[in-house]
Structure formats: structure tokens, C-alpha cells
T-cell receptor, first 116, second 115 residues
Framework: GAVVSQHPSRVICKSGTSVKIECRSL??????MFWYRQFPKQSLMLMAT?????????EQGVEKDKFLINHASLTLSTLTVTSAHPEDSSFYIC????????????FGSGTRLTVV | AQSVAQPEDQVNVAEGNPLTVKCTYS??????LFWYVQYPNRGLQFLLK??????LVKGSYGFEAEFNKSQTSFHLKKPSALVSDSALYFC?????????????FGKGTRLSVIA
């Protein structure tokens, strides 16, 4: 089945540094990638939608200059948290739309970001 | 606008007993409906989905869900709960005709199966 590989699974960084999270679709072409953020004991909140080769569309309240999304190829999308602060600590999950399958969404395994 | 309601934050059930996790939805057209399970510090694991056809959908690990259009519900069920089923469960929806749009998730229901 369709697989999305997300790395790293856990990262701890210092305040002010940047962190890059990668999501790769391993056996299908992900024309669209969705990025979610999940706070403890809460649901997934959509941050942005990225389509291959074009700029990402951000949800209201999400700072596009802070959360940089790149989707340069059909198999790779990245989320970079720039100048991270402790309030950015969260669980980030990507989801690729698999157009070969009706209602096909494949989720990455998530990245636990802790900013100290 | 699309939305999902999971009215229960927590569901407790004894091992071996049947379990139900409730979900109702709202979409303007016909829905795609999904159930996912999440274990601590892990991503979402797909359980089952309703696209079209038979209203009773069978999925992974013995779970099933029934699409009820008149009640706009898609409750998750399992005849006999296992302790290993204890996890966080999410219901999600998307309008079938909305193109390549993201899923909208409910707030999640924590299932605790007690031995």
C-alpha cells in the first residue's frame, strides 16, 4: 500500500534555531501534501496545503514565514520551522493525497518537536 | 463547511465487551468518511473508510462502522474489545465532490479497554 515516510520522528532543538521535517511518498506520487499540527490531547489542526511546484496555501492564523513549506517534487515535501520557540513544540504530521485511490490519504508517522 | 463531532472525550469498556465510538458529520454533499487510530507519539493508522456502496464497512483489527445517511452518523464498532485497542480514535470527513481537499477531523475519543 501507499507509504509516506516522515523524518525525523523526534527532534529537540534550541530556541532560535530552525528544524526541517521531511515527508516522502515511497511508492506513489503525492501531488498534494497536507501538514497538520497536533497539541497534546487535541485533534489535528490543518496548517497548510501544498501542491507540487506551487506555493503552499496556509490556514488562517498560521505564519507562513515561520512555517516554510516546500513541495519541489512529487515525492518530497518539507516543513521548516524557522526560529523555533518553545510554543512551537508540538506533534507535526504530514498527509499525502493519493489520487490513485478514491479517498486515499496516507499519513506520515509524525514528528515530535521539542524546543528548549 | 464540513465538520465532525465526536461527542465523547473518553469511552471505557471492559475487555471482551462490545465497543462503540460515536461520530456524526456535516457536509454539503455526499461524504467520504474515515476512522483512524493513534497510539502515543505515533502517526495516524488507517482503520476503515466509507466511499460508496454498502453502508456497513469492515476494516482493520476487527473494527467496523456503519454509514447512516439519515442520522449523518458513522459510528465505529467492535464486537469484542481488546486491551490493545486502547488508543485515541479520530473520525474524519471530506465532501466527495470537493476535489483534492484535506480531511476534517473530529476532536478524538480516547478508548480505554480494561482487563
Amino acid at each position: 500500500g501507499a507509504v509516506v515516510s516522515q523524518h525525523p520522528s523526534r527532534v529537540i532543538c534550541k530556541s532560535g534555531t530552525s528544524v526541517k521535517i521531511e515527508c516522502r511518498s515511497l511508492d506513489f506520487q503525492a501531488t498534494t501534501m497536507f501538514w497538520y499540527r497536533q497539541f497534546p490531547k487535541q485533534s489535528l489542526m490543518l496548517m497548510a496545503t501544498s501542491n507540487e511546484g506551487s506555493k503552499a496555501t496556509y490556514e488562517q492564523g498560521v505564519e507562513k514565514d515561520k512555517f516554510l513549506i516546500n513541495h519541489a517534487s512529487l515525492t518530497l515535501s518539507t516543513l521548516t520551522v524557522t526560529s523555533a520557540h518553545p510554543e512551537d513544540s508540538s506533534f507535526y504530521i504530514c498527509s499525502a493525497s493519493n489520487t490513485y485511490e478514491a479517498g486515499g490519504y496516507t499519513f506520515g508517522s509524525g514528528t515530535r518537536l521539542t524546543v528548549v | 463547511a464540513q465538520s465532525v463531532a465526536q461527542p465523547e472525550d473518553q469511552v471505557n469498556v471492559a475487555e471482551g465487551n462490545p465497543l462503540t465510538v460515536k461520530c456524526t458529520y456535516s457536509v454539503s454533499g455526499n461524504p467520504y468518511l474515515f476512522w483512524y487510530v493513534q497510539y502515543p507519539n505515533r502517526g495516524l493508522q488507517f482503520l476503515l473508510k466509507y466511499i460508496t456502496g454498502d453502508n456497513l464497512v469492515k476494516g482493520s483489527y476487527g473494527f467496523e462502522a456503519e454509514f447512516n445517511k439519515s442520522q449523518t452518523s458513522f459510528h465505529l464498532k467492535k464486537p469484542s474489545a481488546l486491551v490493545s485497542d486502547s488508543a485515541l480514535y479520530f473520525c474524519a470527513v471530506r465532501d466527495r465532490n470537493s476535489g483534492n481537499t484535506p480531511l476534517v477531523f473530529g476532536k478524538g475519543t480516547r478508548l480505554s479497554v480494561i482487563a
